[in-house]
């Protein structure tokens, strides 16, 4: 009785076992999309302007940069604002623009969007250095 009861403990272990192996996979992925579908795709800029770049140039660059959302329609949230933490591991990048999209399709519009183009004119005189990097937000 006890080495039946055993057996049937092992079997039952390993077929939940399995059934959870060959369903993660999908389960995963069935997340995943959902994940992108309730999140929102994030976009962030970070500028390092040419040493001798004057404050009125870089204001004009964050006014042209601010400018984008009124005629962008895609971009459903913004912010922008300068550096400043204390660890002195920036690499020089002193301007960071935040920008939030719905979908990939959005920002799909958004990257050769005329307006965005015309930002790249006015940004692009004044630029040593730019980092984008694009993430779906958590909320794990």
Known sequence: ?????????????LLSLTLTSFGGEET???SEIIMQQDSLLRHVVLFKFKAGTSEKDITKVREAFSALPSKIPQIVSY???????PEGLDKG???VFFLTFKSEEDRAIYLPHPDHKAFGDVLGPHLDDVLVVDYWSKDE
């Open 28 to 30: 995963s992925l069935k």
């Open 1 to 13: 009785m006890k080495s039946t009861y055993l057996a049937s403990a092992l079997i039952f272990g």
């Open 93 to 95: 990048f002193t301007h």
């Open 79 to 85: 912010e922008w604002g300068t550096n400043n933490s």
